[in-house]
């Protein structure tokens, strides 16, 4: 059965920082002639799914979104068919839903969400004092 499952969500304050997982199962991240770019998102209620971070199959390329540049690392590792997303000096407007998703490899990655494929079921980030 495929899955992505994610992780590490939870209340945290002004300035603090949080480490998302993403674990993929039934399917490899990176298999021979099927390789598959991760992409993180989040979602308010009320609002369109945005775009956070994304990379390549290999993990040798990334893409982040302007309001996160200087706070988010996305990262993976194939081995745990695991994806991170490192999140640091979190601010209030970083609260949201955070998904990851699936989409299979291109030469471009892309933040946007109706590219990809296959999502998981969230996990909620607050970010309040």
């Known amino acids: 059965q495929v899955q992505l499952v994610e992780s590490g969500g939870g209340l945290v304050q002004p300035g603090g920082s949080l480490r998302l997982s993403c674990v993929a199962s039934g399917f490899s991240l990176d298999h021979y002639g099927t390789r598959y770019d991760i992409g993180w998102f989040r979602q308010v209620p009320g609002n369109e799914r945005e775009g956070v971070a994304a990379?390549?199959?290999?993990?040798?390329?990334?893409l982040l979104a302007d309001d996160v540049k200087r706070r988010f690392i996305i990262s993976r590792d194939n081995v745990k068919n695991t994806v991170y997303l490192q999140m640091d000096s979190l601010k209030p407007e970083d609260t949201a839903v955070y998904y990851c998703?699936?989409?299979?490899?291109?030469?471009?990655?892309?933040?946007?969400?109706?590219?990809?494929?296959?999502w998981g079921q969230g996990t909620q980030v607050t970010v309040s004092s």
């Open positions: 998703a699936r989409r299979r490899s291109e030469y471009s990655l892309s933040l946007r969400a109706e590219l990809y494929d296959f």
């Open positions: 990379v390549s199959s290999s993990g040798g390329r990334w």
